[in-house]
């Protein structure tokens, strides 16, 4: 059923929509809509996620070109920096 508009079916007319970030919610919650219900939805273009730490950890949302901002070799630093899994690049046990 539709949390939306109580329009019922089978599982495979709805979608779940998971909002992960909300300024009313303190954790993310799902609900279940039509299709047609969240069509109007329009992604926000091209977004950059990140995630800061210092101490604590936050989240920010940014378009590209306000990250691109940021440094003239931004490029350059992304295909540079280290992934997240596995040792940082340069890093030697015992030296």
Avoid: C, W, Y
Avoid at 27 to 38: G, Y
Avoid at 47 to 75: C, H, M, S
Wanted: net charge negative; hydrophobic share 40%; glycine share 8%.
């Amino acid at each position: 059923m539709s949390d939306i508009s109580g329009v019922e079916g089978v599982d495979e007319d709805f979608v779940t929509v998971i909002v992960r970030k909300h300024p009313k919610l303190e954790e993310p919650v799902q609900f279940d809509a039509l299709p047609d219900e969240i069509k109007s939805l329009k992604s926000a273009g091209d977004l950059v996620v990140l995630e800061i730490k210092n101490g604590e950890t936050k989240q920010v949302v940014v378009t590209l070109a306000e990250f691109n901002k940021i440094a003239p070799n931004i490029d350059a630093i992304l295909e540079n920096a280290d992934g997240l899994k596995g040792r940082r690049k340069g890093f030697r046990p015992g030296q």
